[in-house]
């Protein structure tokens, strides 16, 4: 069984951006807003697993 993607709730998308891309080595996939939401995914180095990032 492989993950391929899967959403983290957090407080902050942009301090969890700065997180996952300069202390973890994720590269960021996408990144855009419709109205007040946003879509934010990253992705791990082997592009195995994403991560979305949902504001709660």
Do not use: C, H
């Not at 407080?11 to 946003?38: C, H």
């Amino acid at each position: 069984m492989k993950i391929k993607l899967t959403s983290v709730y957090v407080d902050d998308q942009d301090k969890a951006l700065r997180f996952y891309t300069e202390v973890l080595g994720f590269a960021k996939k996408a990144d855009f807003s419709n109205g007040p939401y946003r879509w934010l995914t990253v992705a791990s180095p082997e592009d195995r697993t994403a991560l979305s990032y949902n504001w709660r």
